[in-house]
């Protein structure tokens, strides 16, 4: 819970940065909610919960960074399941949401090597979800 809590924060800061340094990323932040009309707040969260923060964990650090720690050490298996995680977002063409998939990648990434158990990731990215997109969205 504490890391879901300080993630958004980092996020907070994040944003009123950016806000503040690029002049293109309140709309890049903006289009990122854009989807959020297109279902009820309650069953977006359901959904985050229950199916997608779990998911993205199993297979990014439970399949993905476990693999690439095993072959290459914990330095080049973590950064490069953050970079990786964060160029599959490229073909969104939104600099906000690659930037921000690579903050969330290398947090729980770290997370996860210190850890190594995906229950504190998947309570954390699960939470956090549910804090950014439904109760409290940063744009």
Not at 7 to 34: C, D
Not at 118 to 137: E, K
């Amino acid at each position: 819970i504490g890391s879901a809590l300080v993630l958004y924060g980092i996020f907070w800061i994040g944003k009123e940065a950016a806000n503040f340094l690029f002049s293109f990323a309140p709309g890049q932040i903006a289009s990122v909610y854009a989807t959020r009309t297109q279902l009820d707040a309650a069953l977006i969260g359901l959904l985050l919960v229950f199916l997608m923060g779990p998911a993205e964990e199993i297979y990014w650090h439970g399949f993905v960074q476990r693999r690439l720690v095993e072959r290459y050490g914990a330095t080049v298996g973590v950064l490069g399941t953050a970079v990786v995680y964060a160029l599959v977002h490229a073909v969104s063409l939104n600099p906000m949401l690659i930037l921000a998939a690579g903050v969330c990648g290398l947090f729980w990434g770290l997370l996860y090597q210190r850890e190594q158990n995906l229950i504190p990731l998947i309570l954390s990215h699960s939470l956090w979800d549910v804090l950014i997109f439904v109760l409290f969205p940063m744009a």
